[in-house]
């Protein structure tokens, strides 16, 4: 699980961005071939602007159903 906010300054364009990070997970850890997974929402936030990134990363189920499957939506500033 990440913990924290990773900050992007973007120098030639003057942006600023905070990720948050979805959490990892270890799949067939002893049988199988192991695999790594990430779970959750990753938050991109453009302080710059207002504008925000939200991706959502599907688990994969038993039979491989969602296996790399991510939703996502881009919400802009009320000010644009």
């Given at each position: 699980m990440p913990i924290?906010?990773?900050h992007v300054y973007l120098k030639s364009?003057?942006?600023h961005y905070s990720i948050k990070r979805p959490?990892?997970?270890?799949?067939?850890?002893?049988f199988g071939?192991?695999?790594l997974e990430h779970i959750g929402k990753l938050i991109t936030v453009n302080?710059?602007?207002?504008?925000?990134?939200v991706?959502?990363?599907l688990p994969t189920s038993w039979y491989g159903v969602n296996k790399n499957h991510v939703k996502g939506?881009?919400?802009k500033s009320p000010e644009d």
């Amino acid at each position: 699980m990440p913990i924290g906010f990773q900050h992007v300054y973007l120098k030639s364009t003057n942006e600023h961005y905070s990720i948050k990070r979805p959490n990892s997970q270890v799949g067939n850890l002893l049988f199988g071939t192991m695999y790594l997974e990430h779970i959750g929402k990753l938050i991109t936030v453009n302080h710059t602007n207002g504008n925000v990134c939200v991706l959502d990363f599907l688990p994969t189920s038993w039979y491989g159903v969602n296996k790399n499957h991510v939703k996502g939506n881009v919400y802009k500033s009320p000010e644009d």
